[in-house]
């Protein structure tokens, strides 16, 4: 119950929180959050990919709880695979719209429940089978959309998940070596 309310206080939060734009680097975000879930299980075999050079001008904090919550739901539901593997990274869409990742190769969802995923309190797996409060994607999506963009989902069941989102203001700085 403590999980919950502390959950439910973090969502009222990012929700109400003024959003402070700077130049923010999503690899180092993603690097720093990687090391933390690999300190809490060293036994775990993960390959995480995170591409270099993953920008956005948004708020380092409000920005860092979604990929904190995307990358920690792709290592948890993934933590059934004998050698999981998690993938970070954009692309630029045709449209000329960077367009972020994290996917994953672990169990994966029906789309025909796709459209509960971003609810509070929605969870789309049994509480046996994997923990967590239904708080964590609903926070995703109202940090994405405070910051001008769309979170949306794709999966199969037992094929692994693929986020992707985009923000108002987004670049890939090229690389200066």
Known sequence: MGDLIE?????????????KYERTDFSAIARTIEHSLREKEPQRRVEVRIQDDLWAHGDPRLLGAVMQNLLGNAWKFSSRQALAKIDIGCVVDAKGTTVFHVKDNGAGFD??????LFGTFERLHSPGDFVGNGIGLATVKRVI?????????????????????????????????
């Not at 959950?7 to 959003?19: D, K, N």
Request: aromatic share 12%; net charge negative; glycine share 10%.
């Open 7 to 19: 959950g439910m206080l973090t969502l009222a939060h990012l929700s109400r929180e003024e959003i």
């Open 111 to 116: 789309m025909a429940f796709a459209h509960k």
């Open 145 to 177: 959309e405070r910051h001008g963009g769309h979170v949306w989902a794709e999966s199969k069941p037992g094929e692994g998940a693929s986020f992707y989102f985009t923000l108002r203001h987004a670049y890939q700085v090229p690389d200066e070596k």
